[in-house]
């Protein structure tokens, strides 16, 4: 999602116009508006065959970004690679988490060790003692020498649930870590969590009222400045180290990135721009995000950057990218975002003012469902992305009534959110064409 227009440029009114499917559109009078497609208000948006084999062109190095050819494939490919999620203002995001299916494993193998923290606490490293101290029993007493200094405790670790072990400290900010050695004390730790089989645990959660994020980092980058840094605690700026965002509103025409807490050690997340904070997405063919927000009218309109370049506002919106994009840089053109490498706009208000949210695809093709979501303006709603790998299928809903952010959630509530019924609309995403974008 990019709301900057070029000086003289041709207004697009966003980058679906022109490119939208119909999907179930039924006949309206006047169903376009600014270029897209509105057909009817829907509760949940169901794509189908989110399977895409094809190449991309990867960063394989920022040193005059160069770039190589990228195999994609697989259920919901090219999601099923690391993403990351990106919240634009104006928006109140209430709470947040992702989840995963657990398995009979005795923890998980993808995801690193998550780490909870309330207002300013920081997050801490995942390094090679918390691995040893995963493979103890529980009530074993676990002596350990970090950083030089030995430290005992009693293992409360039993591989399934979060647990306390001793506490590591935030790495320097901006920088790729070079190696765990660099980890320094800090408070709280916790791996991540399996919730066993049959049931999908919660690997990352954020609540507003409570002061509360665990298993995630929230992002930001200036517009022209593509690095990423740690976003201040008010969401408008940056910050030295990871903050709790408060309860506020994110503001007009500002963005959030959200990703794991799991930094990039060396060069495990493949090219990274010069002095970002790396850090992982979230992985997997298999995973949801529950959400609660709001995204109130403003009435704000564009405006003019250090530029020169048109600034849309009073257009909020919620995506996922594939997670190399903004470890490379969102804006601008080293990155994979031309040549398919993966955006998936879930709740995006396309024109200035709009009251209501549409949802599209960037891959190898392009387009989405020409039915939309209306816009909560006034009281936040509760909405679910699930992306299930076993049907190669995506799905949005809003969930009537709210739901709890529970640290395990059922099969059975996971099969309740991709259910159709009467306020479904439904999308083959084979039917989408080619979507490449000019290099």
Not at 121 to 146: L, S, W, Y
């Amino acid at each position: 999602m990019r709301n900057t227009i070029a000086a003289g440029a041709v207004l697009l009114l966003g980058i679906s116009s022109g490119v939208t499917g119909l999907g179930n559109c039924r006949v309206h009078k006047d169903y376009t508006i600014a270029g897209n497609n509105y057909c009817d208000a829907v509760k949940h948006i169901h794509y189908t065959s989110v399977s895409r084999t094809a190449k991309y062109n990867k960063v394989v190095s920022m040193d005059g970004c160069k770039k190589g050819s990228q195999q994609m494939g697989g259920p919901m490919a090219p999601f099923n690679e690391e993403v990351s999620m990106h919240f634009e203002g104006p928006l109140h995001l209430k709470r947040f988490a992702v989840y995963t299916p657990g398995s009979n494993k005795k923890r998980s193998e993808k995801t690193g060790v998550h780490q909870r923290r309330h207002n300013h606490q920081h997050f801490h490293q995942h390094n090679k003692e918390i691995r040893e101290i995963q493979d103890r029993a529980v009530g074993d007493p676990v002596t350990q020498t970090m950083n030089g200094k030995v430290e005992t405790w009693t293992n409360v670790y039993d591989g399934a649930g979060a647990a306390t072990p001793a506490p590591f400290a935030p790495v320097a900010a901006n920088k790729v870590v070079d190696s765990p050695s660099s980890v320094a004390k800090a408070p709280s730790a916790a791996p991540s969590y399996n919730a066993g089989t049959g049931s999908w645990g919660r690997q990352a959660y954020y609540s507003a009222a409570e002061g509360t994020a665990e298993g995630l980092v929230f992002l930001n980058t200036g517009r022209w400045n593509a690095s990423l840094d740690f976003a201040s605690a008010d969401g408008s700026g940056h910050a030295a180290s990871p903050q709790t965002l408060k309860d506020v509103v994110i503001e007009d025409g500002k963005q959030l990135v959200v990703m794991s807490d799991k930094p990039c050690l060396k060069d495990e997340c493949g090219a990274v721009r010069a002095d970002s904070v790396a850090h992982h997405g979230f992985d997997g063919a298999e995973k949801a995000f529950l959400m609660e927000f709001s995204m109130p009218i403003t009435g704000k309109r564009g405006v003019p950057d250090e530029r020169g370049n048109l600034v849309l506002l009073d257009k909020p919106g919620i995506w996922m990218l594939n997670a190399q994009i903004p470890r490379t840089g969102q804006f601008g053109s080293c990155n994979c975002w031309t040549s398919g490498c993966g955006e998936f706009d879930l709740f995006e208000v396309l024109t200035e003012g709009m009251d209501r949210a549409k949802s599209t695809f960037h891959m190898d093709v392009r387009g989405g469902n020409s039915d939309y979501f209306e816009r909560p303006t006034t009281s936040p709603i509760t909405v679910v992305v699930v992306l299930a790998g076993d049907s190669s299928s995506a799905h949005i809903r809003i969930l009537d009534g709210g739901h709890n952010f529970d640290q395990t959630l059922s099969a059975s509530a996971i099969e309740d959110f991709c259910t159709d019924d009467d306020a479904t609309s439904t999308f083959d995403v084979t039917t989408l064409k080619d979507g490449l974008y000019p290099s």
